[in-house]
Every structure is written in C-alpha cells, then in structure tokens.
C-alpha cells in the first residue's frame, strides 16, 4: 500500500489546515515522517472544552489550554529516494512543522526534530535543499518512547498472529514493564524496557531487513522491498530449504521433538539437488530468505526475553509491514523455543516508533505556537491513561493500514 498517495489526499482535502511537528527517523532502508495537522476552526470554546475534559478525565488545570482538533500522519519513503521526501516536505509545506530556536546565530533559523543514523548523515542535505537544521534526538531513546505511547495511549495497537488468526492484546499499564522490544530494520536491536526513559539495549542481529532487501537484490530482479515480499507469497521454500524429513525418510526426528516439516537447513537442498542456478525460482528463493530471517529474528528475541525472565516480546519495525507470512514465522519460532509458554506480539504502527519519539521530543523545547502537552483520544478507551502526557487512539473503524490518527491537542 502507498502511504504517501493516502496522506497526500487527505492533506489536500482539509482546506485551512495548519501544520506542526514534524519529526523524522531517517533509517538505513527508509525514512519515516510523522507530523501533526490542525484546522483553524478546531478551537472548542470554554463550555464546550469542560464537558470535553470532564468526559475524558482530564484535570481542570489542563482546560485553560485550548483543545486543537486534528490527525498525527504518517508517512515514509526509501532511503534511497531521499530528494523524493525532500520535495514531499516541500511540496506540503511541513517546513511550518519544525521550530525557531532563538538562541541560534540566526533567529530565524528552522529546525526538525529527527533520528536515525540519516539525521547525521544527510544533515547537510536537509540544509542545503530545505534550509532547515536537523536537531538529533537519540535513536534509542525515541524507539522507546514511540513504543511507550503506542502501548499506553493508542486502543488496539497490539496484537498477535499465529495460524491466520489476529488477536487483539488488552494491555495493562500497570503491569507493562518490563517487556522486550525488538525492533527489526536494516538490522535487529534488542532492547529491554523497564519503564518510561528505562531502558537497555541487550542485543541484536545484523540479519535483518536490510540483509532481505539486499539478498534479496542479489538472488532475485526485484527492485523493492515490498516487490520482494510480495513475490514470497507466489513462492514455496520447501523447494530450497532442507528438511527434517529429508533427512530422516520423510519421517520426525521425535526424540528431540522435530517434526518432518521442521527446517534443518535453510536453502540446505540447493547443495544436494542436481539442478542448474536459474532452475531456481524466485519467488521460492524470496519465500526461503523470508523464512530463515524471520525464523533467526524469532529464535533470538525468544532466547533473550528468556534470559532476562521476560514475559512480553513485542516486535516491530519496517521490515514486518503487517505481513502475514512473516508475522506467523516470527510466532512460530517463539512458541517452538518457548514451547508454547510465549507470544509474540505485534504493533499496528510497527515501523513509526523512532518517528513518533522525535515527535514527542518536542515537549522539552519552548517553541513558538502550538506546544503539544497532550494528545487526548477522540474516542475514549477502556484502559486510564491517567498520568501519561500524550493520550491518543485510532478511530473505531480503522484497519491495520491506517496511516492517521485522529487525535485532539492541547496547545498554548
């Protein structure tokens, strides 16, 4: 799905919309955007805003602060297109997202609140193209944080998926921490969260998104990465990969709880067949790197929460994309290892958490204008989020592919 195609309609049908925090997570393989969009009319008078506030528990302290109505956007582009973001930004005006820093040699100098490793390395580019400074937030540090406002304040933002089947998990604010966070770009990080800015990155792999994408390349034509995955759907990697049953006659392995179908070796048959290169397909080949990434990611993630006695994995990141293959690998691989006693879980807006803790950075700077304290849902949800700064959950009607939420603000 083209996220940018659905942004860019529903900006250009919003007359008088205003614009505000922009925030970027420039990746090795894609750049995330995340900004804020208002109407000028969104101000609710006094009465109004009090039964608001009152219908949502929020404190009279905060009713002095006007309640801006709009939607938190998402978008994102190949890293390797970069000047195409670059124009995207210009072209939709989100230069009106960033702020003035006045302590700057120049007053009127713009910056963006952005991460990743692409905040250093095309710092130079966003100056010379857009004229605005990036100011880095640690990639860490927003990962977390996006994640922490995601599981607290968006309704049905987790879920799992095994066998086909999506299930929605209630989390418990209070009994959140601590859990692992693995998120899956370019490459893997794993990271145990204690709680809100408490946090340890415990490991990782470098076979991540970016080692598909990149074999990927080199074993099949595909140009993208989502031309890759959706090639995997057509392909059948029991056709490359080596068996248990292979091996043993078609029969388990039992006594160490093998079964016939289970991977002994990924693209294992490859050696043993006597079939010429470009016999292969590449739809078996995509389907084949598919699985033995998701299937290691999987193994790893398991064996650390296990290390630290954590109950809860949450996977995210770019290189899931809501994909239903790669998702029940993930699952299956931590139940196989945690023989049933773990879950993966997912989160609906899985590649966004470094975006939307730029994002929320922007609480620490006295800004000119708006000044996001709180995001307040549009629709209230079953779990208080009594005590968190931003509250914000989808619409009723949303769907995975979502790439909004419609959200209230309070500003100065």
């Given at each position: 799905?083209?996220?940018l195609?659905?942004?860019?309609?529903?900006?250009?049908?919003?007359p008088?919309?205003?614009?505000?925090?922009?925030a970027?997570d420039?990746?090795g393989?894609?750049?995330?955007?995340v900004?804020?969009s208002?109407?000028?009319?969104?101000?609710?008078d006094?009465?109004q805003q009090?039964?608001?506030?009152e219908?949502?528990?929020?404190?009279?302290?905060?009713t002095?602060?006007?309640?801006?109505?709009?939607?938190?956007?998402?978008a994102?582009?190949?890293?390797s297109?970069?000047?195409?973001?670059?124009?995207?930004?210009?072209s939709k005006k989100?230069l009106?997202?960033g702020?003035?820093?006045?302590?700057?040699?120049?007053?009127?100098?713009?910056?963006?609140?952005?991460?990743?490793?692409?905040?250093?390395?095309?710092?130079?580019?966003f100056k010379?193209?857009?004229?605005?400074?990036l100011?880095?937030?640690?990639e860490m540090?927003?990962?977390?944080?996006?994640?922490?406002?995601?599981l607290?304040?968006?309704h049905?933002?987790?879920?799992?998926?095994?066998?086909?089947?999506?299930?929605?998990?209630?989390?418990?604010?209070?009994d959140?921490y601590?859990?692992l966070?693995?998120?899956?770009?370019?490459?893997?990080?794993?990271?145990k969260v204690?709680?809100?800015?408490k946090f340890?990155?415990?490991?990782?792999?470098?076979?991540?998104?970016?080692?598909?994408?990149g074999?990927?390349r080199?074993?099949?034509?595909?140009?993208?990465?989502?031309?890759?995955?959706?090639?995997?759907?057509?392909?059948?990697n029991?056709?490359?990969?080596?068996?248990?049953?292979?091996?043993y006659?078609?029969t388990?392995y039992?006594?160490?709880g093998?079964?016939?179908?289970?991977i002994a070796?990924?693209?294992?048959?490859?050696i043993?067949d006597?079939?010429?290169?470009?016999?292969?397909?590449?739809?078996?080949?995509?389907?084949?790197?598919?699985?033995m990434?998701?299937?290691?990611?999987g193994q790893?993630?398991?064996?650390?929460?296990?290390?630290?006695?954590?109950k809860?994995?949450?996977f995210?990141?770019?290189?899931?994309?809501?994909?239903?293959?790669?998702?029940?690998t993930?699952?299956?691989?931590?139940?196989?290892?945690?023989?049933?006693?773990?879950k993966?879980m997912f989160?609906?807006?899985?590649?966004?958490?470094?975006a939307?803790?730029?994002?929320?950075?922007?609480?620490k700077?006295?800004?000119?204008?708006?000044?996001v304290?709180k995001?307040?849902?549009?629709?209230?949800?079953s779990?208080?989020?009594?005590?968190?700064?931003?509250?914000?959950?989808?619409n009723?009607?949303?769907n995975?592919n979502?790439?909004?939420?419609e959200?209230?603000?309070?500003?100065?």
């Open positions: 799905m083209d996220l195609a659905d942004v860019s309609n529903q900006q250009n049908s919003e008088g919309s205003q614009i505000s925090h922009l970027l420039i990746g393989s894609l750049i995330k955007l900004y804020f208002r109407n000028n009319d969104s101000r609710r006094d009465d009090k039964s608001r506030n219908s949502l528990g929020v404190s009279q302290s905060d002095s602060q006007p309640v801006l109505e709009g939607r938190l956007h998402f994102k582009f190949e890293t297109k970069i000047n195409d973001c670059l124009e995207f930004i210009r989100l009106l997202g702020f003035h820093d006045h302590t700057a040699p120049s007053s009127d100098k713009i910056f963006i609140k952005a991460t990743g490793g692409g905040a250093y390395k095309f710092a130079d580019l010379e193209k857009l004229e605005i400074s100011d880095k937030e640690d540090d927003c990962l977390v944080t996006g994640a922490n406002f995601l607290k304040a968006v049905q933002e987790a879920f799992t998926y095994l066998d086909g089947q999506k299930e929605f998990v209630q989390i418990d604010h209070n959140l601590p859990y966070l693995v998120n899956i770009g370019s490459g893997v990080s794993m990271i204690d709680g809100d800015g340890e990155r415990v490991s990782g792999t470098n076979l991540g998104g970016g080692t598909f994408w074999l990927g080199l074993l099949t034509k595909c140009k993208n990465f989502d031309e890759l995955l959706e090639l995997s759907h057509q392909g059948n029991r056709v490359i990969d080596m068996l248990v049953g292979d091996i006659g078609g388990d039992a006594k160490v093998l079964s016939a179908t289970t070796s990924s693209f294992g048959k490859a043993s006597n079939k010429e290169l470009e016999e292969y397909k590449p739809e078996d080949i995509s389907r084949s790197l598919l699985r990434i998701s299937n290691n990611i790893i993630s398991y064996l650390n929460a296990l290390r630290f006695g954590l809860r994995i949450f995210a990141g770019f290189f899931i994309r809501g994909h239903a293959y790669t998702m029940d993930i699952s299956v691989a931590v139940h196989f290892w945690s023989k049933g006693e773990a993966a989160l609906r807006h899985e590649g966004f958490l470094g939307l803790g730029a994002f929320m950075s922007y609480e700077q006295s800004l000119d204008g708006l000044m304290h995001i307040v849902q549009r629709f209230p949800i779990v208080s989020s009594a005590g968190d700064k931003i509250y914000c959950s989808l009723s009607d949303s995975q979502d790439d909004s939420i959200c209230s603000v309070y500003g100065t």
